[in-house]
């Protein structure tokens, strides 16, 4: 059997000194966290970005810049999750669009509201991706390649 980790992607998108989070319904919980997912073959990180903010917010956005890339062991079963975050600037809202499934909500959440509700992000990277993005972190798109022969 060959170990793999669960490559993810996520995207911090601020306006007027608020987050835009997603509410998601997750084994019977409603929890919050960026816009991210998976990668699927034959993407880039920076295509599934794209495509899971469009799906879970109906925003489209442009990357900007990388924020970092971080790695986390759920506590619950053990499994590895490689999140590559990158930051955004909105394009284009698709009020006519459906949520990807389990996304109850798209919401704006200021900074002193995601802390009140720390005991409902998905993961503690949540909030750690949110203070790296306070704290002025951001690396070039260009140190980011793809190749598809």
Not at 18 to 43: D, K, R, S, W
Not at 68 to 79: C, D, L, R, T, V
């Amino acid at each position: 059997m060959q170990w793999h980790p669960h490559n993810t992607v996520a995207v911090v998108i601020e306006r007027d000194q608020q987050f835009l989070m997603v509410e998601e319904l997750i084994q019977g919980q409603l929890v919050l966290n960026q816009p991210a997912g998976h990668l699927e073959p034959g993407e880039s990180l920076m295509q599934a970005a794209r495509r899971e903010t469009l799906e879970e917010t109906a925003w489209e956005v442009e990357l900007e810049s990388l924020l970092g890339i971080y790695q986390f062991i759920a506590e619950q079963n053990g499994e590895c999750y490689l999140r590559t975050c990158f930051i955004a600037r909105l394009i284009k809202e698709h009020k006519e669009r459906e949520l990807d499934q389990g996304i109850v909500r798209a919401v704006w959440m200021d900074l002193p509201s995601l802390q009140a509700e720390s005991q409902r992000l998905r993961n503690p990277i949540v909030m750690t991706v949110i203070e790296d993005y306070l704290a002025g972190r951001h690396y070039p798109l260009n140190i980011l390649h793809f190749r598809k022969d």
